[in-house]
């Protein structure tokens, strides 16, 4: 009798930690973050689940002064973002996103202009999967802004701005600051090939 209620107790749990882990797959949480001239940007990113098959990272800018602008990035495990900061420039937000194969790239949201198919050259249109305003691919100086904006953060404003390499609803975790700081100055120099 009493073996029958252990293994009865041994289903019960593991059927229990297959449902949670079930959800805790399927969550996915919403990222708000607000800047210093006044704007905001709500992020989306993929479930775990979203990004074993692969699914869209969302994202609303609605900057300071000017209208806001909407993106759907491509996001699983290979290819995701991994950042967003605002530009020195009004309407223009930029997104630190990690390409497979193809290391990191800069991807510019301008929320002043309109969406132009024509832009997403190269691999842009393997990243960007919609979007209402202009996206291009960063330049140097943009690179530097983005190389600047981490060096001065302290840690807990990289989690608070960073998207979350794996999130399972108690415990988030994030790709390494330090890690991305020698790739992102690499993209600085003149010599980058940009």
Excluded at 17 to 35: D, K, N, P, V, Y
Excluded at 81 to 109: F, H, N, Q, S
Excluded at 158 to 173: H, I, S, T
């Amino acid at each position: 009798m009493l073996m029958r209620i252990s293994r009865k107790w041994y289903l019960v749990a593991a059927l229990s930690l297959c449902c949670f882990i079930a959800l805790l797959g399927a969550i996915s949480r919403q990222i708000h973050l607000r800047f210093a001239d006044g704007g905001y940007v709500v992020i989306r990113p993929a479930s775990l689940w979203g990004l074993v098959r692969s699914t869209t990272c969302e994202i609303r800018y609605c900057p300071g002064e000017g209208k806001p602008g909407d993106v759907a990035l491509t996001a699983n495990c290979a290819n995701r973002p991994l950042i967003v900061a605002p530009a020195d420039r009004k309407g223009v937000l930029l997104c630190l996103y990690d390409l497979e194969d193809m290391g990191l790239w800069l991807v510019k949201i301008d929320t002043t202009k309109a969406f132009d198919s024509e832009s997403l050259t190269n691999h842009l249109n393997e990243i960007v999967r919609a979007s209402s305003c202009k996206i291009e691919r960063g330049e140097r100086g943009d690179w530097f802004q983005v190389f600047e904006k981490l060096r001065g953060m302290t840690p807990d404003q990289y989690k608070a701005q960073a998207l979350p390499d794996l999130d399972l609803g108690f415990v988030r975790f994030f790709r390494n600051k330090e890690s991305l700081m020698p790739e992102v100055k690499g993209h600085t120099s003149p010599f980058s090939g940009l």
